[in-house]
């Protein structure tokens, strides 16, 4: 008699149209944010003048903070990395996720690649006459590299623990992001940019998973971490997605002092939490139709 525990089990389901429907959507809402950061802030004059704008009032705004958080900057990539790589060792210790973990680390590398490409390679920063240097630094790598570590964790790990793990990948890219810019090192859009390029690609490793045996017979609810994040995530993202257009508006046309930079920050933040909000959401498991619609919507 065979003792694999899934011998005679009926095959893992695959998923169906719908399902990748949906991760195609949010995979092509992730590249429409990139094109739209990259034409905003490196191939329009108003868009190149808030960002050096924003750049120029962390010199003069939170220059007293650089000292510290450049030692901060200099330390979070670090500490992305070690705490993806404990996480990733412990789900293939205790839960044996060898695929997904490998999932996750190909998804980050491919990530921090398109970066590099897309910086170094295919993006070129017109001289519209804003400022001296026209060199672009567009997407952030360091962002890039703090963001991805999160997703390959994020994506090797079972389904229970990543809405925990979606707050820690956006506590960290942000941080990272807004040190980023407090030293700085970049201009705000290309943290923004680091953050769609990591968002299309974790997307696309959530729909790889789909078809793993691995991640269909894991059927752990995350129910209500799902009906609290995103809420939370959406509501703050759009409220912060607001507030960055008004301080922009302000900016651009009455040039009050720290307009640009403040709405630069909430851009930021408002599309971390967003594009977590995203990824939370294509964990929903398909629930029974006798449910309550509110439960339906919100039950992930």
Known sequence: MSTDPHHGAPPAPRPGVG???????????MVA???????????????QWIDETALTEVSGTLIRYSSPSTDLLDA????????????????????????????????AGGANGTTQLLKHSVLEKPDLGIQDATLNSLPSGH???????GAALFLAAPKRWR??????MAGLAITTGVATVINAWHRPADVVAALFVVGAWT????????????EARDTASTRHS???????????????????GATYVVAANQHFAGAAL?????????????????????????KPASERAYTRVWTY
């Open 19 to 29: 399902a990748v429907l949906k991760h195609l959507v949010a995979m092509g809402l």
């Open 262 to 286: 403040l709405g630069s920050l909430c851009l930021i933040g408002a599309v971390g939490l967003l594009t977590n909000a995203l990824l939370v959401g294509l964990l929903r498991m398909r």
């Open 163 to 168: 809405p925990a793990l979606a707050v820690l």
């Open 76 to 107: 979070l990539p670090l500490i992305s990395g070690v705490l993806a790589a404990l996480g990733i060792g412990l789900v293939l210790v205790r839960r044996h996720r060898f695929v997904p973990a490998l999932v996750g680390l190909l998804m």
């Open 33 to 47: 944010g990139l094109v739209l950061t990259v034409w905003a802030f490196l191939y329009t004059s108003t868009g």
């Open 143 to 149: 962002t890039t590299f703090a963001a991805a570590a």
């Open 203 to 214: 997307v696309l490793g959530l729909l790889i998973l789909r078809f793993l045996p691995a």
């Open 226 to 244: 799902g009906m609290l994040l995103i809420p939370l995530f959406v509501i703050v993202g759009l409220f912060m997605a607001f507030c960055a």
